[in-house]
């Protein structure tokens, strides 16, 4: 038996932090080596943070990071080691993972494919890696390597390479034995379980041993990396991580047998005349065309499947590691408190997590996220002076505040030990209703104006404490509220950290009843108790402005992250909600895409927000929409736009 140790690490870093990464990755290698592993394989641009974004156009940017390699490659001995970086060759930026043995790098791995959809935008800086002969980047070979190691013959690929087939280096990938992926793929709801899918997959598929590699933690503001390192062979998963652990690093580790992967290969056909051919540099391939078989006939929108778990969102086969839905209500709930923290930690500068707590639901989940995160910081006090000292609440009461949004808001601050103070907007409001009178001439402001001045007045309040506390606000707006601009600009959306603009509303209800469960919280009951209302206006709540979230939740998803056609939406709807009846379900839909098409110019004022769903609508990162557009249903008339 060929048996040898090998492992893959999650590490969080920080961009640009180069010796605080660097003296992370030390860490890992030396414990590797005690370990006595032969292979390790590090996450894609661990030496620099990703997202470096348009910062690695900077030439200092690649200088320090290949200082940083060199200074890790000096710790390196007998373990092999992959680490990621940015290089440049012949004046081009690439995508690079470094293998790292005997105190010297040894080549680089180039990335061939560099994804520029969603909240990636690699192909902006980088250059792909289009195969052919090598390339040399710093005297050393580049691009599509086989490394014979004395242990085994091993390739590597970065992230992207992994979701797709590329035939011109699959000669390489065939040969190795190991293959290591570095990532920094990060989390969104179910992505854990069809990574790991993935990963599986390519073992099967090369009948080799898979090393997957992954970031953790916030990247350098909006993404959550969720670790899950892995080692896979061909007949299952070896080992695996944690996801969104808390800790620095963790490492993961699997002894594998390498006579096992000759065996298979040597007894499996399809791999020989696959990897014969291949060798020969040949490729071959046909295409059946069946189109001339006259028009099918595609089932109605009728038939379009519905998520058993009640929620488009939640959809997802049997839920992250088959745990059901339970579990993807822990994963969000886990990715979202650690962003928060990692946010707080990273960018050094807050001493204070601080909300304004409304009594209702977003602000609950925020205030929620805020006092776990506390417990996650770093320091020695005891869990409750965490909590204590690190976060505070305020609620600013207005015009239209009832008793029982005070008494939600104040028993959830007693159990979760946060500080808890009202302050009052009255005299503020009425001084600007007198002023909105006054510029307006004399006529009476609108009932949107009025709305809006108290969501500016405690806007500006908030901003003012934290300015005095050094603290941290924690924007409260949610994905179906940022969809259709259900909140004021210059008002709720102002502060420096919008952790749920990426969680719709009926989701973050489900999430507050999972943590109700999960953490014994019996204050949330009355906060869940409550209709939701942004309390602007006498007797107002959300769905009356707006239409019942279940219905709005499903149009977003619909049409937002299906991109289907109105009437198509329409079909799936009649199914989803048949007591709504057509006509109320077709005035609705309007509704939704007249308000989301008009909002746009809200959404690109939006502050800096966590992505943690697939469906992403900042346009800083997922969602490039026009501010300014024809209607897709008339194709003609522009869309409105007002001050809201």
Not at 434 to 441: D, F, S, V
Request: charge should be negative; glycine fraction near 10%; charged fraction near 25%.
């Amino acid at each position: 038996m060929r048996l040898v140790r090998v492992a893959a690490s999650s590490v969080s870093v920080k961009v640009g932090a180069y010796a605080d990464n660097l003296a992370l990755l030390k860490e890992v290698v030396r414990t590797a080596q005690e370990r006595e592993v032969s292979l390790l394989c590090l996450p894609e641009m661990c030496l620099t943070g990703y997202m470096l974004e348009d910062l690695v156009q900077w030439p200092q940017v690649t200088e320090a990071a290949w200082e940083s390699l060199e200074e890790l490659a000096a710790e390196v001995g007998e373990t092999a080691v992959f680490a990621g970086l940015p290089v440049r060759a012949g004046g081009l930026l690439y995508n690079g993972l470094a293998l790292l043995w005997k105190g010297s790098v040894r080549g680089v791995t180039l990335k061939r494919f560099l994804p520029s959809y969603s909240v990636f935008y690699e192909g902006r800086n980088f250059t792909p890696w289009r195969g052919g002969d090598v390339v040399r980047v710093r005297g050393l070979p580049a691009g599509d390597l086989l490394y014979r190691l004395p242990f085994a013959d091993v390739a590597a690929q970065i992230c992207e390479d992994a979701w797709v087939w590329p035939q011109e280096n699959l000669s390489v990938l065939l040969q190795a034995e190991i293959l290591c992926n570095a990532s920094a793929s990060p989390f969104s709801l179910f992505k854990p379980d069809l990574r790991r899918r993935v990963v599986q997959g390519a073992a099967e598929r090369l009948i080799c041993y898979h090393v997957f590699s992954n970031l953790v933690g916030l990247d350098s503001a909006r993404l959550v990396f969720d670790g899950g390192a892995m080692v896979a062979g061909p007949e299952g998963v070896a080992a695996s991580g944690p996801l969104l652990h808390p800790e620095p690093w963790r490492l993961v580790e699997a002894v594998v047998d390498l006579d096992e992967i000759a065996r298979m290969r040597s007894e499996n056909t399809t791999f020989r005349e696959a990897y014969t051919a291949q060798r020969k540099d040949a490729v071959r391939g046909g295409v059946v065309d069946l189109r001339d078989t006259g028009e099918w006939a595609y089932l109605p929108p009728s038939e379009y499947p519905l998520p058993q778990e009640g929620s488009f969102f939640l959809r997802g086969g049997d839920g992250p590691s088959r745990g059901g839905v339970e579990a993807a209500l822990d994963q969000l709930l886990d990715a979202l408190v650690l962003g928060v923290r990692d946010y707080f930690l990273k960018a050094g500068v807050f001493r204070k997590f601080l909300v304004a707590l409304s009594g209702g639901r977003d602000s609950a989940l925020a205030l929620l996220a805020a006092a776990r995160a506390a417990l996650l910081l770093p320091g020695e006090e005891d869990p409750e002076e965490k909590v204590a000292g690190r976060v505070e609440a305020r609620y600013l009461s207005g015009p239209f505040s009832s008793p029982a949004t005070l008494d939600a808001a104040r028993g959830l601050c007693r159990e979760l030990g946060v500080p808890f103070g009202v302050v009052s907007i009255e005299d503020e409001y009425r001084l600007a209703e007198k002023a909105l009178r006054e510029m307006a001439g004399g006529r009476e402001p609108s009932p949107l104006a009025l709305q809006n001045a108290q969501a500016r007045i405690r806007g500006a309040m908030m901003l003012g404490w934290a300015n005095t506390v050094g603290g941290l606000i924690l924007v409260t707006s949610n994905l179906s509220e940022v969809a259709v601009g259900y909140f004021t600009t210059g008002g709720d959306n102002q502060g420096g950290f919008s952790p749920l603009a990426d969680i719709p509303k009926t989701l973050i209800s489900r999430m507050l009843e999972r943590a109700r469960e999960r953490w014994s919280l019996e204050s949330l009951d009355a906060v869940l108790a409550m209709a939701p209302s942004a309390e602007l206006a006498p007797d107002q709540t959300d769905e009356k402005d707006l239409m019942p979230y279940e219905v709005l939740d499903d149009i977003l998803y619909l049409y937002a992250w299906k991109k289907m056609r109105p009437r198509e939406i329409l079909g799936v709807l009649e199914v989803r909600h048949p007591a709504a009846g057509k006509d109320r379900l077709e005035r609705w839909l309007g509704r939704f895409l007249a308000l989301f098409d008009a909002s746009q110019w809200k959404r690109e004022q939006s502050p800096v927000a966590l992505k943690l769903l697939y469906l992403d609508l900042d346009p800083k990162t997922g969602f490039r929409y026009p501010v300014l557009k024809g209607d897709l249903r008339k194709g003609g008339s522009p869309s409105r736009r007002g001050e809201g």
